[in-house]
């Protein structure tokens, strides 16, 4: 039975908009959502969702071009620290410590090879979690369903 959670709810227009963009725009749409995003490695389906995420991290912008200076948001000194959280109906959460803001808790859904998280205050930016490899995933902000390609945060696994 659907359970009609402000989590669900927000999954269902996100569903409904990207239905009737399909709709809307035919073969152009998918042909625009695959060439803006980058291509992601396959998350074992075997494993939580959240479990790849759960530990500390040093987070900073990745090294690339254009790319002058980028100053850590977080080193393994004064990590981000995410921890598994509980269940929202179907969902699995985590619990997303940051040394500089409040304490976020994240409903997950995978989508595409990657993991959404919806902030649980439903807001109206969640975020794209991309694994690179075991300790370190690139992290998108997207705006009411718009992602944010160009500037990822790096999270990368402090040893320990």
Same mark, same amino acid.
């Given at each position: 039975?659907?359970?009609?959670?402000?989590?669900?709810?927000?999954?269902?227009?996100?569903?409904?908009?990207? #239905?009737?963009?399909?709709?809307?725009?035919? +073969?152009?749409?998918?042909?625009? !959502?695959?060439?803006?995003? =980058?291509?992601? @490695? &396959?998350?074992?389906?075997?494993?939580?969702?959240?479990?790849?995420?759960?530990?500390?991290?040093?987070?900073?912008?990745?090294?690339?071009?254009?790319?002058?200076?980028?100053?850590?948001?977080?080193?393994?000194?004064?990590? #981000?620290?995410?921890?598994?959280?509980?269940? +929202?109906?179907?969902?699995?959460? !985590?619990?997303?410590?940051? =040394?500089?803001? @409040? &304490?976020?808790?994240?409903?997950?859904?995978?989508?595409?090879?990657?993991?959404?998280?919806?902030?649980?205050?439903?807001?109206?930016?969640?975020?794209?979690?991309?694994?690179?490899?075991?300790?370190?995933?690139?992290?998108?902000?997207?705006?009411?369903?718009?992602?944010?390609?160009?500037?990822?945060?790096?999270?990368?696994?402090?040893?320990?």
């Amino acid at each position: 039975m659907f359970k009609l959670t402000p989590t669900n709810a927000v999954k269902a227009v996100l569903l409904t908009s990207l #239905v009737t963009m399909l709709s809307a725009c035919g +073969d152009k749409a998918a042909t625009k !959502i695959k060439d803006e995003a =980058p291509l992601a @490695p &396959v998350i074992e389906e075997t494993m939580s969702i959240a479990a790849p995420f759960v530990g500390a991290w040093h987070v900073a912008r990745p090294d690339a071009p254009g790319v002058i200076v980028s100053v850590p948001m977080a080193t393994c000194d004064s990590p #981000v620290v995410i921890s598994e959280g509980p269940m +929202d109906g179907t969902d699995p959460t !985590i619990i997303y410590k940051s =040394p500089k803001g @409040p &304490v976020s808790s994240m409903a997950l859904t995978s989508f595409n090879n990657r993991v959404t998280w919806m902030p649980m205050d439903n807001g109206p930016t969640s975020l794209i979690a991309e694994m690179k490899d075991e300790g370190k995933f690139w992290l998108y902000t997207a705006n009411l369903g718009k992602a944010d390609w160009d500037t990822p945060n790096e999270y990368i696994r402090c040893d320990g």
